[in-house]
């Protein structure tokens, strides 16, 4: 091991998880905070990134269709909200399948399969957080608030879908692409087919990548007789996981189309299904290391069609 890798292993917190990012939350948290903060994700910040990608590509798309920027309050309200709930949504999935995590290598030391936090406080903590997402919500208009709401039932039958389906990505789908609707419901207070193609391009999006994200419990899924899209799949996942990105970016297509979008949106939708595509060419079977970065690696996806839909939303302001 070389020193940088020894100094990294020192430094990394004694209760940090495998798939954690270590970083200043976690490493400079006092211990009695750390395992709230790995209920929230917090540690774990590309969860939040991938629910906030559909919300600023849905205020971007509205800002191209009404000929102005992105609204930047909503980008910011989407960004506290998009926090708040990933990590309400999470603190809510661990106490619904704390029995399952204990049984799977990569979550039993998890906080509350761990024992490291009591049920009861883990509740507290997630009313917590869903009232910071209600404050976040709230900011917008009374369309908006309600279409939100209604969110909250997707994300209440969840965690039980493993236990019944073989598709919990797609139920998972339904939840994290929600945004796509939200942000043109925020600019417009109404809905458009254009959201509607773009809602279904990040359901398509998310079960792709989580079913990547699944490939690596893939074994001990079997064991604890959880389902998932990575087993269903099996030996063609890549397949699978193809024919799905392959339907996000026609989707996206229909949506950049269908709000009048221009070169810039164009060629972020482009970068955004080149890098889909290099996902596809890096997937690699009994893998869970490259899994867990190509999984990771759609933050950088969903940046790159944020950037063109919002360059294209900017340039048809023109000058103030």
């Known amino acids: ?76 309200v989407f960004l506290v ?32 399969p761990s024992g490291r936090v009591a049920v009861g406080a883990a509740k507290a903590f997630l009313a917590a957080e869903a009232a910071v997402g209600a404050l976040a919500l709230f900011a917008l208009n009374w369309f908006a608030i309600a279409l939100g709401i209604g969110s909250l039932a997707i994300v209440a039958v969840y965690p039980f879908m493993k236990r019944i ?18 942000g043109w419901a925020a600019a417009f207070g109404s809905l458009a087919a254009a959201p509607l193609c773009l809602y279904a391009a990040a359901i398509c999006w998310t079960i792709g990548y989580d079913t990547v994200y699944a490939m690596q419990d893939a074994r001990d899924d079997a064991v604890m007789g959880v389902r998932s899209t990575a087993r269903l799949f099996g030996g063609r996942v890549r397949e699978g996981v193809g024919a799905f990105y392959l339907a996000a970016a026609a989707f996206a297509s ?16 482009g970068a955004f299904s080149l890098h889909l595509i290099w996902q596809l060419a890096s997937i690699r079977s009994n893998d ?15 940046l790159l069609f944020f950037a063109g839909l919002s360059i294209d939303a900017v340039l048809r302001a023109g000058p103030s």
Request: hydrophobic share 50%; with cysteine; proline share 7%.
């Open 165 to 182: 389906t073989s598709w919990p990505q797609l139920v998972l789908g339904f939840a994290f692409a929600y945004g796509a609707l939200m």
């Open 81 to 112: 909200g998009a926090i708040a709930m990933r990590g309400a949504g999470s603190t809510y999935n661990d106490i619904v399948d704390r029995d399952i995590d204990a049984g799977v290598e990569r979550t039993r030391g998890r906080p509350l």
């Open 254 to 269: 229909a949506a950049v189309f269908l709000a009048g979008g221009g070169l810039p949106a164009w060629l972020g939708l």
């Open 1 to 76: 091991m070389s020193l940088d890798a020894e100094g990294a292993a020192a430094s990394r917190p004694s209760d940090a998880l495998p798939d954690s990012v270590h970083g200043f939350f976690l490493s400079r948290a006092p211990a009695g905070w750390r395992p709230f903060i790995q209920l929230a994700r917090i540690d774990r910040p590309i969860g939040w990134q991938l629910l906030l990608a559909p919300c600023w590509w849905s205020a971007a798309l509205a800002g191209i269709a009404a000929g102005h920027a992105p609204n930047a309050a909503h980008l910011l």
């Open 288 to 302: 869970p290391a490259r899994a867990l970065m190509l999984f990771r690696a759609n933050r950088d996806a969903g």
